[in-house]
């Protein structure tokens, strides 16, 4: 099944846990890049705070617990820009 983002692209629904905003989407590139959340915070201009309440959403949608995990995750199901 497949939705249509805020940019007209054709995004691929996950599997569980219903799908992730864009801006999840963003996040959830730096996680897999290493970053903080105060690191997503200064590279996105959102505070730490915020960041972090991102993160806590991505692993809810993904059912995952760690950074670890919501990469591999990630990576298995193409959700990481090449």
Partial sequence: MTRTSGHGIAAPELATGGGLSGRERQV?????????NRDIGARLVISEKTAGRHVSNIFAKLEVHTRAQA???AAEHGLLAP
């Fill in 28 to 36: 959830l590139e730096l996680i897999a890049d290493g970053l903080s």
């Fill in 71 to 73: 990469t591999r995750y």
